[in-house]
C-alpha cells in the first residue's frame, strides 16, 4: 500500500490531472473511487468534493495540490530532480 492516497472519481478531469502530477513525479499511490459529498468526502474536503489527498496524516483537498512543489518535495524528500514547472528563463 502507498503511502500517498488519492480520493475521488477515477475520470474526473480535477482527479485526472492530480493523478498525471503524481506520476509525472514518480510517486506511488494508491487511487480511492470517492464520489463528491459522500461520508468519506466530507470527512476529507470542507466542501465534500473531489478529489482529496493524503499522505500519512498529512490531508490535502485542492485540485492543484499535487503539483505544488512544497508538497512535491515532502512527498519526494527532495531526491527527484524532475519538474512539473519550467524554471524561468
Same mark, same amino acid.
Given at each position: 500500500m502507498a503511502d500517498v492516497v488519492v480520493y475521488g472519481i477515477p475520470f474526473s478531469s480535477y482527479t485526472w490531472s492530480a493523478r498525471v502530477a503524481l506520476k509525472e513525479?514518480?510517486?506511488a499511490f494508491e487511487m480511492i473511487d470517492s464520489?463528491?459529498?459522500t461520508q468519506l468526502q466530507n470527512e476529507? *474536503?470542507?466542501?465534500?468534493?473531489?478529489?482529496?489527498f493524503r499522505h500519512g496524516e498529512f490531508t490535502l483537498f485542492e485540485t492543484t495540490a499535487p503539483s505544488c512543489a512544497m508538497?512535491?518535495?515532502r512527498l519526494t524528500d527532495q531526491r527527484c530532480s524532475r519538474r512539473l *514547472?519550467?524554471?524561468a528563463p
Open positions: 513525479k514518480g510517486v464520489q463528491p459529498h476529507l *474536503h470542507p466542501f465534500g468534493k473531489v478529489p482529496a508538497w512535491m518535495r *514547472h519550467r524554471s
